[in-house]
């Protein structure tokens, strides 16, 4: 499992060292609720930067292996992630890993 972690912490490193003045949010609640009703989630890692928001969720487990595109628990954190923040950011980019 170190290894994973390791892995997954260097991604964020990486990513939040590619944008310019990033922003890193850490297990933030997301509301989805406007496309779910009650939905929300914990999202792993939000990076913020001027014109693009990247999810970043962690998927570590034994059981059936889950890919990031096209997830739709990824899709949903994506939208409430712009959803909170959308009023101080101008996205173009949604990204989500």
Known sequence: MKEYVTAYCDLVEERV?????ATVELEQKVDFSKWVPEGFGTSDVVV????TIE????KYGKGVPVDAYLNPQLMLY?????DKYDIIYEFE???MT
Request: charged share 25%; no cysteine; proline share 0%.
């Open 17 to 21: 060292n590619q944008y310019e003045n």
């Open 48 to 51: 913020l930067s001027d014109k």
């Open 55 to 58: 999810i970043i969720d962690l």
């Open 78 to 82: 994506a939208l409430g992630a712009v």
């Open 93 to 95: 980019t949604v990204r």
